[in-house]
């Protein structure tokens, strides 16, 4: 049974950081493409990141340079998200997901079929 478990997240004062993992249990994890989603209340999921088998990561272009997505290696089946300088507006769940594919050709929630049940992040001072 395949299995995302989101972890890291937590309240943090804007201009801090947070790193979430996501472990990843039950797939093969070298051949997942996977992915950040976000959602705050009374909005849409929202994309972040993701990133395929040979490493390529993308970002919508108002989160580049803030989000920085890798996955480890060599046994160690987890997803990672830095984020740096938080700011109020990245308030919300972060979920986790993956598809069974080594490459990532959409870049949409719709694409992804397996999510983690998601960690809060909440930025307030």
């Known amino acids: 049974q395949v299995h995302l478990v989101e972890s890291g997240g937590g309240t943090v004062p804007p201009g801090g950081s947070l790193k979430l993992s996501c472990a990843a249990s039950g797939l093969t994890y070298s051949d997942q493409c996977m992915g950040w989603f976000r959602q705050s209340p009374g909005q849409e999921r929202e994309r972040v990141s993701q990133v395929d088998r040979p490493g390529r990561a993308w970002y919508p272009d108002a989160l580049k340079g803030r989000f920085t997505i890798s996955r480890g290696d060599n046994g160690n089946n987890t997803l990672y998200l830095q984020i740096d300088n938080l700011k109020p507006e990245d308030t919300g769940v972060y979920y986790c997901?993956?598809?069974?594919?080594?490459?990532?050709?959409?870049?949409?929630?719709?694409?992804?079929?397996?999510w983690g049940q998601g960690t809060q992040v909440t930025v307030s001072s």
């Open positions: 997901a993956a598809r069974a594919v080594r490459f990532c050709t959409h870049f949409a929630a719709e694409f992804f079929d397996t």
